[in-house]
Structure formats: structure tokens, C-alpha cells
């Protein structure tokens, strides 16, 4: 304890110095563009490119904080921010006419919404929901934040008090803040939503599959498919307390108050909540698009209802996957034209996303693996770029397609830089996400970013530099294997691998890893955050309260 | 002899016969729509179609009928038709932004030509080079022709001179033909291009690999790759005569007169010859565009050019393919413009595509495997559906995306239909060829086609059915295998199978192969014809003349 006070005091100093070295250097002049503006603590690669492209960037920063400025005056505030992510998809998914009929479905509305602003070929995730969700309200990989692993009820863990989201950032410079959706931010009272810097929030603890696949009302299908796992076996079952039953998923809560059982945890409730997610959404909107402030949205909707009767099939391809996503596609479509009609599109920035790839576990009738290799939970390309939008009216240009590399992470520091915001990021951890502004205001070609690393739980798996893809996991010892390079452009799908060709890449890559270790020595992982589930809920079931007393804190 | 004769008697009578009752039918006007019109033979199933569609689709005829003779009178003649054709590309390789940028090379050109135009999701072809353009030419499976073996130096086979092609029932039409660049039908004298109803024609007998792998001129770059194959065994290369050495490729001719030889074999030759042809196709649109007479093009360019110093990389995938790939773009565009500035657009039908999917032996720095699994030479879907566009401004409604299905033979007869010619299609055997005059002027979702039989060589592997496909080859004598079948908008790429729930399908797909085999047995395929390479050239070389000589006709 002692020991960490010391560090504590002496990383203060520290950053005073350097804080001192900054004014310094901004007053001199002469390197004041060599680094990232503000304290922010970021990865060592990002440091190394403004040291490259600093004094260009600095410019353009100037150039962009007019603009905002010119906006806020204009607007009154500064501008509305939505983040819409849902689950599993790969690139082309959603928003390409061609690949529709290649899928036998179609999406006009992304498809539109790419027309009208700008679709990314390369938006990066973390391989799966917690991990990438985590990473988006904190800036921050999920192996620093403690958020590597995908909650399951019931878990006991879940986002740490101490870690600092985008919600609470845009709070403290004035912002209203709503969630609604799917945070799968653990099941411990300080991971809940309206304790993570949302005004107002209704949210699941966990992902779709209790509800989708473990319940008794799914009926028929389920035990069909042999996903229904709370039958007993007959004889043996010992440990009646193995499964976890009486958890629960959907909370709702306000900021500063308990949280509610918001739903049941049955597939009606469910198949209600989808609509109902939607619905608050659209309410959101017009109850503050009038409003003093500016609000920042997260709407990560659940979106996947399995279970609908064949006859009601509006799709070609006919499943039940297909028709869940043109029904995205119509809500997504039904916020764009909300924006629209409560004239607040000019000074709304709408970015949609998938939060990670295709979970091509459900293959063939789920999310489809496409022009990339791989899918949820893969450290391959289909594995982390999701089809991605940015959409802004008079703001970002129309019909772009950008090839930028850009992370789900960089949109905190992004989001942070358009409220104004900077300030409130702590500069006591590292931050991962890079502002990406200029290539939302400035266009395709003004990514920050030109890397990006890839985690599978703890794990470090792979690191992408540009066209290029180092996989760290089964190198031989001492030596790279045939599989270690990939040259994405030329390979998109990572199976046709030659090392020779790559050679002059292994000791940058190398140099690279080292780099990125090297900070996490200084400023540690946070570890997994344990605790007891479901507290903090004023109408806890009882088949809950008895669930979480059973369960021991690990 | 006599029997074969006595046959042809009794298929001439058979034929007047239901060519009598055919006109009653039209006379009495009741089941005059229940087949296809004409004595065309086509494929069972496209009858079974027409008995299900054929009042609509005989009064979509008539309208497109008068809409044609609309355009003749403002245009005085038919309309233009220009088809090219390149190697070896996928769907989403070339015409989709987004797909650019994932693969590091821009086609701003076919992007353009998509947005003016219609590109289709599901252009059908054979496998590879030879078989899709005999089917391309001869508007019939190239099971049916004989020509359904890729022809190497010296085969010593080609397309028969009893085939008619889309040149020769063009010709009979009154067009003006000419034929520039890859045409891969053959070295025997009766399938050279002038031969096969082309007023002109400069054309390859085989593919690109002679020039660009086989030759010393090709120097290092071949040597390091192990592509240089006339290097000698040191003792033991007893027979001199296997390699093809002295071989030829590219002729061009006039319609009634011999061959010359018109390019080397080596590297440089190939290198002008791609241009050059592009010149010669700039030079035939300019020549042509005001003559009494409509003209058809076939334009299939040899395009691909490995041998590049990495100085001259303008892409950032930066391989010799994604370089060709930009400049067959660029020569696309250029093809259009000169269009427009000829002031014939719209009286002009272009059609771009490739001839099969991407030759994935070229893996990494090749054409790519992108949504659809396989390449050139499979049954998968990535083998035989390619990148299609239709462009014909005022006629062809801008910006379509069509997931119909068509087939590079459906040209042959759509070509036929807009040329006025379909009374020149040959009624004495099978065509596969539909008319998809509907879906050009009417748009998406009015192919005529909803069905494909799918031949690796003389084998039928697989068949297509709307969305389901069912591959014949590797069935378990009896039963089907669990890859027998597969749904493609499920399943776009054929990674997983599920038989159960296609059983429902095993009997009509089991009738559809009878049905086309029944087809065969009453109209047998032409066996491949052999002959003496290298015959009717006026300029053939010593060493060419030598090897045509040493080569025994089978």
C-alpha cells in the first residue's frame, strides 16, 4: 500500500513536470505539434505519428475547432451524438445494394444512409460484445479495462466504478445522456448504467441468449434445436445450484437512483422489449431535440428475434436473422427520419455500427461470413471490422467510402472532442482511442490511426500496421510461422499466407509489441472486476435475490 | 448414313408439322403463350417456365417489341452491341466502393458505369475461358459444342464451323461484326474468328499463359517464379517434340480471307497488344458510330499484365493484378466516353463482365476470393458467377442492382432479340440461351431464367435453382450427401451444409437432370473437334509450321 502511494505521488509529479515541459513547449512553439494535445496518456504507436504528421494535424485542429465553434453558434449547443451498434455483422452486410441480393435481403435505409454520409471498410472492434461495448464507453482495450471476457448470468463481474465512459465525460461538460439497449456491462451494481454516467438508461446486464435460448416459453423450437438447457437430468444432478436459474437481464434506472427489473425474462418479454428499446429511442429524440443542452445517445439494440412464425416472412433468404435486420433497418431508418423531422440533423452526428463480426456459430442461418474470413470472437479480419456509418448532414460529406483504419475505442476520444470534452478524459491510464474528427469533418484520407491491436481476451493475438497483419498466437518459438504476415489488400481473407515477402516487417512488428508491453508495465490491466451480482435493484425477484446468495464472490 | 438422312427428313417434317399447329395455336389464340415463340429448341425447364409465365411474357413482347421499333425509326438502325468480356474476377471485384477500399484498388470507372447502369448479382458463366466464351459465342452449354476443354499450344481442336455464333446470325441481320483481343476458341482453321462470322477480327487462339509465362523474353521475374518452362533435362529429354515450341497466339483476318499472324509470342508483343487492341476497339466505335449499319463488338481483352517495375504501382495493393485491373477500368471508361462523345450512347447496349471467377492459383497477389467461395474451375458459386454490368443510357434505368439470374449465353440470344435476328438462331439444336430483353428494358426482376446447370468439362457438377443448389458430383450412389445441397442466400459461400432441411428438394432437382439429360439424348452434344493446327495462315513462321507438322491430328 505504502509502495502504491509512493508511485501515486510520484506519478503526480511526474505529470506535473511534464504538464510544465508541455506549457513550455507550446509557448517556445518550435515542438509544440510533436505529440497529442492535452495530458492524455496514449499508446506509444499514436505518439510516434504525431511526432510524424504533427505539425499538419495541428493545423487541421485549428481549422476544425473554428468549425465547431462556427456550429455551437449557430446550433446553440454543441451537437447531438448517437451511437447506434448492434450485434454480429461483417462488412457488406448491411448498406451495399450488390451484396443484398447476394444475401436476399435488402437494406435501403443503410444502404441510404451510406449514400448520405460516409461507410467505413475498415471500423475495427474487439472480437465480441462485452469486450467491444466495454471499449466504446471507456476509450480503453478491453484487456486494460478488466472487460475481456463476455458476461454470462451469473457472472458477478462486470465494468469498474473507477473506469471512466464517455457518458460520464460528456455529463461533466453539460450533456444529457440516455442508454437503451444492450450495455452487457456485467451484473454488479457499480457496472449498471445510471452508475456509469447515464441520466437515464434501460439496459440487460448480459446478451440475448437467456433470453432466446433458455427459456421454457421459447417453446417447442428450442427443444428442437436442443437449446433449451434447464431440463435436469433425471438421475445424477447433484449440485442443484450448477444452473443459473432465477437471473434475470433488463434493468432500467436513473441516475443517482436503484435500478428496476425491467423485463421478464421470457421470449414475449423480449420480442416486447426489441419494439420497446425502439420506441424510447424515438421518444428520447423529440423530448430533447429542442432542449438547452446536447445529448449523447448510446442505443445498442438487441435486435435478433429467433422465434416468428414462417408466414410472416418479408424476405427473400427467409430467416428469421434476415428479417431481424431489415427490422433494424427500418428503425434505423425511423431515427434518421425522426432527426430529419425534429429538425436537429444538422447538429446530430449519427454513427451506426456491429460490434463485432458475424457470429457464424448459427451458420446458415445467421450472420454471414462474407467477403472477410472469420467471425465473432476470431482474431481475423471478419472477426473485428463490422460495417460501420457516420452520418451528419451539411456536416460529413455525402457518398463517401473511407478505407481509413478506425476503432470502436476512437469514438470516445472523438465524441469527447465534439462536446468539448477533452478535459474530462483521466489522464492517469492509458487511453486507446485516437480523435477521428478530421475524418469525420475532413473526410476519407484523414484517419489518425494506422494500427491497431487485437486482443482475444487477455490475449494479444495479432497487431494490424496498415495493409498489414502480424498474428502473434502459434509463432514458433524464436521464429515466425508461414501464417504470421498477411497483406489484407491483397489477401482480404487471410488464406493464402507467404513469409518470405514479409520479412522486412518482423522487426517493426516486433518493435511494436515491445512498445505497446512496455506501457501496460507502466500503467497496469486492470484485473477482472468481481463482485456480488444484483445488487442495488429495488424489486429484485426472490428466485434472483436466492440466485445471487447462492452464488459465492469470487 | 441413310438413317441419318432419313432422320433429317423426319425432323424437317416433325418440325413443318409443329410449326402448322404452332400458327393454328396463334390463330386460335389459346395456348399461343404457353411456350417460348419460335422453333428455337430450348431446355425443358425454360419451357416449363414459359407454360407458367407466358401470357404476361408474350404481352411484355409485344410492348418490348414496339418500344424496339420506336427506337429503330429514331435511330435508323438497330441498336449497337458491345460486349466485353475479361478473365478471371469475382463478383464485388470491380463496380462496388466499398469493395475497393477493402482491397486497396479503386475502379472508379465500373463504379460509374453501375450507377449509370445495371449490374447483377448473379451473371452465371462456365468455369473457365474456353467454355464461357463458346457459350458466349454460340449462345449453348459449351457441353454441347465440344468446346468445354480450356485449348493450350498445340491443341489442335477449336470451335466447330458448324456452330453458329452471335457473329454470324448478327451478320445475316445486317450488322457489322468485329471481334478484338482474347477469343480462346481454338487453332484449327474453322474456329478462327473470321471463320466463325466476324468481319474482322485481330484474336487469340489460346489464353495469356503462353506470352506471359513462357517465354526467356519474360526473363528473371519467370526464372525466380519457376514459370519458364522450355528449360531442357540435361540427359534424359529423349522426345524433342513435347514442348509446343513455336507456337503462335494472336492472328488477324478479314471475313473470307486467311489469317496472318499478327503479334510475337514473347512479353513485349503481349504488353502492345493489350493496348493495341484497345486502340483498335476506340478506332472501330469511331469508324462505325455513323454507318448505315449497327455494329457488334465482341471486345474480350487480354488485360492482365504481371510484368511491372514497382516503380510504376499507382495502387496501394500495389500487385501487377490490381494495376491491370485499374487500367482495364480505365479503358472501360474510355470505351464509354467515346460512346457519348460519338454521340451513339444511347443507341449503343454494352455489356460488361468477366468470364468466370477469380484464378485463385494466384493467391495473394492474384484476382481475390471475396463473398463467394472458389474460383475458376469449380462448381462453386466464386466459379461461375462474376462482376455484370448493362449499360445503355435512356434505355437501361440508371443505378440498378439486380439479383436476377442470368447466363453469359443468354446474351447470344438477347443479342439476337434487340438485332432483329432470332429467326437466325438454328432450330436443329439445343440453345441455352434466354431472352433477357425484359430484364434489360424492364429492369430487376424480370429475368426469364431462374435456373442452371453447371458443367466442370463434359460433367454436369452442379445445378441451380432459384436459391438452391444441388451439386451432383460426390453423391453417395443412392443417396445424397450432406453438401448435396445448399441455400445461397443462407449459405452465399457453400461452407455449411444441412441436408435435412432441403430433403423437399431431392426429387424436383432429381427431375430436372433427368429432364436435361432426356434434352441430350435427343440432341447429343458435338464431341470436340480435332484438326491440323495452324491451317489457312498466310505468314506462318518456320517454327510454327514445323510444330503444326509434328503434331498428330487425333
Not at 499538419?56 to 451524438?81: R, V, Y
Amino acid at each position: 500500500m505504502k509502495k502504491s502511494r509512493f508511485l501515486l505521488v510520484e506519478k503526480t509529479l511526474l505529470r506535473l513536470l511534464s504538464a510544465f515541459i508541455a506549457t513550455l513547449l507550446v509557448v517556445g512553439g518550435s515542438f509544440a505539434a510533436d505529440k497529442p494535445s492535452g495530458d492524455i496518456v496514449y499508446e506509444t504507436e499514436y505518439v510516434q505519428l504525431w511526432s510524424q504528421h504533427g505539425d499538419k494535424w495541428s493545423k487541421e485542429d485549428k481549422d476544425l475547432d473554428a468549425t465547431l465553434a462556427a456550429m455551437e453558434q449557430k446550433f446553440g449547443k454543441k451537437p447531438n451524438i448517437i451511437h447506434v451498434m448492434w450485434d454480429d455483422n461483417s462488412v457488406g452486410e448491411v448498406g451495399v445494394p450488390l451484396l443484398n441480393k447476394v444475401l436476399g435481403f435488402d437494406t435501403p435505409r443503410f444502404n441510404k444512409m451510406a449514400e448520405e454520409g460516409i461507410s467505413f471498410s475498415r471500423m475495427y472492434t474487439e472480437p465480441s460484445c462485452t469486450p467491444t461495448r466495454a471499449a466504446a464507453l471507456t476509450g480503453r482495450l478491453s484487456s486494460r479495462t478488466g472487460m475481456f471476457k463476455v458476461g454470462f448470468p451469473v457472472d458477478g463481474a462486470g465494468l469498474n466504478a473507477d473506469e471512466v465512459t464517455i457518458a460520464e465525460v460528456l455529463s461533466a461538460a453539460g450533456y444529457k445522456t440516455a442508454f437503451f439497449g444492450k450495455a452487457h456491462q456485467g451484473d454488479i451494481e457499480q457496472s449498471y448504467m445510471q452508475n456509469q454516467g447515464f441520466d437515464v438508461a434501460n439496459f440487460s446486464m448480459y446478451n440475448q441468449f437467456p433470453w432466446i435460448t433458455w427459456q421454457a416459453q421459447a417453446g417447442v423450437a428450442n427443444v428442437i434445436q436442443g437449446l433449451f438447457p434447464f431440463q435436469w437430468d433425471k438421475e445424477y444432478a447433484i449440485d442443484q445450484n450448477f444452473r443459473p436459474l432465477g437471473y434475470i437481464n433488463q434493468l432500467e434506472a436513473k441516475k443517482g437512483e436503484k435500478a428496476k427489473v425491467f423485463s421478464g425474462s421470457g421470449i414475449r418479454d423480449y420480442k416486447k422489449l426489441i419494439k420497446l428499446n425502439q420506441m424510447q429511442v424515438i421518444n428520447y429524440i423529440k423530448q430533447n431535440a429542442a432542449g438547452d443542452k446536447p445529448f449523447y445517445m448510446a442505443y445498442w439494440p438487441h435486435v435478433y428475434d429467433p422465434f416468428r412464425k414462417p408466414g410472416t416472412f418479408t424476405t427473400s433468404a427467409s430467416t428469421w436473422y434476415a428479417e431481424s435486420v431489415v427490422e433494424l433497418d427500418r428503425d434505423m431508418g425511423q431515427i434518421l427520419d425522426t432527426l430529419k423531422e425534429s429538425g436537429i440533423a444538422e447538429n446530430t452526428l449519427v454513427v451506426a455500427m456491429a460490434d463485432n463480426g458475424p457470429f457464424h456459430e448459427l451458420h446458415p442461418i445467421g450472420p454471414h461470413e462474407l467477403l472477410l474470413r472469420g467471425g465473432k470472437g476470431d482474431y481475423l479480419e471478419g472477426g473485428v471490422r463490422v460495417p460501420a456509418f457516420a452520418w451528419w448532414p451539411g456536416v460529413i460529406e455525402a457518398g463517401q467510402v473511407s478505407g481509413d483504419m478506425v476503432t470502436v475505442y476512437d469514438l470516445f476520444t472523438t465524441f469527447a472532442r465534439l462536446g468539448g470534452a477533452m478535459d474530462q478524459i483521466p489522464t492517469d491510464r492509458v487511453i486507446d482511442g485516437v480523435d477521428q474528427t478530421s475524418l469525420l469533418l475532413n473526410g476519407n484520407g484523414h484517419s489518425r490511426r494506422d494500427y491497431v491491436h487485437i486482443y482475444q481476451g487477455d490475449r494479444l493475438s495479432a497487431t494490424v500496421k496498415q495493409q498489414f497483419k502480424r498474428v502473434w498466437v502459434d509463432e514458433r518459438p524464436g521464429i515466425v510461422s508461414n501464417e504470421a504476415f498477411t497483406d489484407i489488400y491483397k489477401d482480404p481473407r487471410e488464406e493464402h499466407h507467404k513469409m518470405p515477402p514479409f520479412l522486412w516487417a518482423w522487426a517493426p512488428f516486433d518493435r511494436m509489441k515491445v512498445r505497446h508491453e512496455r506501457l501496460i508495465e507502466k500503467y497496469p490491466n486492470r484485473p477482472v472486476t468481481y463482485g456480488k451480482p444484483y445488487e442495488g435493484i429495488e424489486n429484485l425477484p426472490p428466485a434472483a435475490q436466492a440466485l445471487a446468495d447462492r452464488v459465492p464472490v469470487r
